[in-house]
């Protein structure tokens, strides 16, 4: 199993900056589906920003907003968010799609490793 663990959650006021980061010991991202994911109080969980295969997608609600990306290495994936707003708070969550190696090549296993969540709160 791989054990994600997210840093950089905190509090800040409307309007500012925070960056998220992710990793896991031992552990080197893939082409699979790796990136964030958040959830509201009593709502369900929802994309934030992913990256698979090179492509990036973002919701609608943070885009032009936060930026994911991640180091040469592949083994930090980072959630940058600019303009922060009080609806951005929630727990937000790492994740990283399960893969295999095959004769093929890689093979994205389609179910998610998901780190413990860290908790952001935007103030008015």
């Known amino acids: 199993d791989v054990q994600l663990v997210e840093s950089g959650g905190g509090s800040v006021q409307a309007g500012g900056s925070m960056k998220l980061s992710c990793g896991a010991s031992?552990?080197?991202?893939?082409?699979?589906?790796r990136g964030w994911y958040r959830q509201a109080p009593g709502q369900e969980r929802e994309l934030v920003a992913v990256?698979?295969?090179?492509?990036?997608t973002y919701a609608d609600a943070v885009r032009g907003r936060f930026t994911v990306s991640q180091d040469k290495s592949k083994t930090t994936l980072y959630l940058q968010m600019n303009n922060l707003k009080t609806e951005d708070t929630a727990i937000y969550y790492c994740?990283?799609?399960?893969?295999?190696?095959?004769?093929?090549?890689?093979?994205?296993?389609?179910?998610?490793?998901w780190g413990q969540g860290t908790q952001v709160t935007v103030s008015s």
């Open positions: 994740v990283t799609e399960a893969s295999r190696a095959t004769m093929l090549g890689l093979k994205c296993a389609g179910y998610k490793y």
């Open positions: 990256i698979n295969d090179g492509a990036i």
């Open positions: 031992q552990y080197t991202f893939t082409t699979c589906e």
